[in-house]
């Protein structure tokens, strides 16, 4: 099937007619479907329609809008099972996570409906009498999305839906590798009432669209999720154009176990960080700071849980880890596993990758990798791989072990394992991480909850949570004088 851009409320082929193929990961040999390759021409008519639209859907009012993202949201819980089905094939993860993604995109849906009723600013005391202040939100304009692929559908619906509700309108350019759950969405809009132009799809590769999309002059605020390296592309680039950007990209993201922790807890936690969506998260666990104390029984259960996971097709419900993105992904985990074997580092348990870990699938899969005794400045340690490799290490007082976990370039997500209250709380305001859990993985955020990092993680706009709105509006300042005369503001409040 040919699967084509959605713009304007209707679907269109890219203007030089070109498309590319979609390969299920798990299924290297099979085509999912074709999408359309556009480019520069495809991106501007895009945002043109985008820029049309939004003159009239910033002045829908709000609730009204809102209660079109509520009718998105019951569609998408009407189709759950059929959409995690279609992402599973597209980007490989299992089918319980596919169905938690869709869930993400539910829960951000729902929660923005309701934003509709709740756009608030803030009316404050004038300091001269007979003066009226307030603030509003007003929306942007067009917003240029660019997703990434390892959550298909709960990342554009983290952008997209407060972004719509709060009178933007949007031009999403997804990521090569899952544009299918990005088309899906058009869908679900286009049969919730959602108006022509809101809400544009175009699929195409960065260079082609995605940077289009960055240096279009209607396009009024950048929203990307996706690695570092594109970030800082994405970044230089609007502040070249004086335009605004939110970015969230990777993490290095550490589990400190301490020695009075649930051992049994703890090591569910890191495999489930490390290992579920094959380790390409950017909160997945890839660091992990051990007491000294417990090392060996860590391990130990560490390894013998890793080795019981099974590798396959996420479409069949005993597998626990499907294969990685592409092939480019399985170069990248193999290089620095090479890499660490070279510096003398060997793996406790994988380590290799298995084209076919059974007779159904042949695909890019990587054996759940650990390492143990890394160095906290080892490459390991300090550079975002995204796959499922793990590096282990020890430390001796808790000092020590906060001084690990912030010892790295990015800032996105931690946790601690510890049954120490004190500690829990000291570890909460010394993280130096965007998130924070205790007792709990690295991964698992919620969406009520603001979401992103500092340092090399982002640049500071969070995407959902109380904040979600602020990210896709400005800040309007608003003053009725009715005293019937020009007051001067600080130079007539004399004291």
């Not at 001269?128 to 007003?138: H, R, V």
């Not at 049994?264 to 490390?274: P, R, S």
């Not at 007491?291 to 560490?302: A, G, N, Q, W, Y």
Request: charged share 20%; proline share 4%.
């Amino acid at each position: 099937m040919i699967y084509k851009n959605y713009i304007n409320g209707v679907w269109l082929d890219a203007s030089k007619g070109n498309t590319f193929k979609n390969i299920d990961p798990a299924h290297t040999d099979k085509v999912i479907s074709e999408f359309q390759d556009s480019d520069e021409v495809d991106i501007n008519f895009a945002v043109e329609v985008a820029h049309n639209a939004f003159k009239f859907w910033k002045n829908t009012p709000a609730p009204k809008r809102g209660e079109i993202m509520f009718k998105a949201a019951a569609i998408l819980e009407r189709d759950k099972e059929c959409i995690a089905k279609g992402m599973t094939q597209e980007m490989g993860k299992t089918l319980a996570e596919t169905r938690g993604d869709v869930q993400e995109a539910i829960d951000m849906a729902y929660y923005a409906a309701g934003e509709g009723r709740r756009m608030a600013g803030e009316v404050v005391p004038s300091e001269l009498e007979n003066k009226w202040c307030m603030s509003k939100k007003e929306p942007i304009g067009v917003i240029g999305a660019i997703t990434p692929w390892n959550f298909p559908i709960a990342i554009p619906s983290w952008k997209a839906f407060p972004a719509l509700v709060a009178g933007n309108t949007m031009v999403i350019k997804p990521a090569e590798d899952t544009p299918w759950s990005v088309c899906k969405l058009a869908e679900v809009f286009h049969e919730a009432g959602l108006p022509a132009g809101v809400f544009n799809v175009v699929t195409g590769y960065g260079t082609t669209a995605g940077f289009p999309l960055i240096t279009n002059p209607k396009v009024k605020m950048i929203s990307f999720t996706g690695s570092t390296a594109t970030g800082k592309i994405v970044s230089t680039t609007c502040a070249s154009y004086m335009k605004p950007f939110s970015l969230e990209m990777g993490g290095k993201n550490g589990i400190v176990v301490m020695e009075d922790a649930d051992i049994d807890l703890a090591v569910e936690g890191v495999v489930w960080g490390a290992f579920g969506t094959t380790g390409q998260r950017c909160t997945a666990t890839s660091r992990v700071l051990v007491h000294i104390d417990i090392h060996d029984e860590f391990i130990e259960k560490l390894v013998a849980k890793t080795e019981k996971l099974k590798l396959g097709c996420g479409l069949n419900s005993e597998i626990d880890v499907g294969p990685l993105i592409n092939e480019k992904a399985l170069k990248k985990v193999r290089g620095y596993v090479t890499d660490a074997t070279h510096r003398g580092l060997r793996p406790l348990v994988g380590g290799y990758e298995i084209e076919s870990p059974n007779d159904d699938v042949n695909g890019w899969f990587y054996q759940p990798t650990i390492f143990d005794n890394v160095d906290i400045n080892d490459t390991l340690m300090q550079e975002e791989i995204f796959g499922p490799v793990v590096a282990v290490t020890t430390f001796n007082n808790t000092n020590e072990a906060i001084w690990m976990v912030n010892n790295t370039g990015y800032g996105l997500s931690s946790a601690l394992y510890t049954q120490d209250v004190n500690l829990a709380f000291r570890f909460l305001n010394e993280a130096e991480t965007g998130m924070v859990y205790v007792n709990a993985s690295t991964i698992g955020a919620e969406i009520q909850l603001p979401f992103g990092g500092i340092k090399g993680t982002g640049n500071g706009h969070r995407d959902a949570g109380s904040s979600m709105i602020d990210n896709c509006t400005e800040n309007k300042s608003c003053m009725v004088d009715y005293s019937g005369k020009v007051q001067k503001a600080q130079i007539d409040n004399v004291s």
